[in-house]
């Protein structure tokens, strides 16, 4: 792949971080680090390739994340989907507490603990982006 198609994939991928975590913040920041190899990578790859494929929404494709990281019992990877779902508005507040009853009955109440903490934690980080815009 040209220099050029790799700029653009960057790019492109950049823009759908944007669009899944609607933090600004957190895009400057993967944009900054775009010069590593893991962190380009995952931009043109993960986000560019995977999250930007029009199959499925961002809504659907977080759903699937965080089921499969609540199985994980990640409360940091957690929170970070959690977060972006609140700022891009994807989930009322009653389906978010329902998905946290639903996994904890999939994914075992020790690891739903993590997405229950994950879910406080995103909540209260989120009100306070609001906030400050």
């Known amino acids: 792949m040209s ?3 790799q700029d653009e994939k960057l790019i492109r991928g950049l823009e759908v971080v ?15 680090g775009g010069d590593q190899l893991w962190t380009s990578e995952t ?25 499969a990281t609540t199985m994980l019992g990640r409360a940091d990877l957690l929170e970070v989907q959690l ?5 891009n508005g994807e ?13 904890a009955f999939y994914a075992g109440w020790g690891n739903t603990t ?14 306070e982006m609001q906030k400050n815009k």
């Open 18 to 32: 944007d669009q899944v975590y609607a933090d600004p913040s957190l895009t400057a920041q993967m944009a900054a």
């Open 91 to 103: 989930f009322s507040d009653e389906e978010l507490d329902e998905m946290v009853l639903q996994m």
């Open 83 to 87: 977060r972006g779902a609140i700022l």
């Open 3 to 5: 220099n050029n198609a």
């Open 43 to 67: 931009i043109r790859h993960l986000f560019a390739d995977i999250w930007g494929r029009p199959g499925l929404s961002i809504r659907d494709r977080r759903l699937l994340v965080i089921g």
């Open 114 to 127: 993590a997405l229950n903490r994950a879910l406080g934690e995103a909540r209260r980080t989120s009100a």
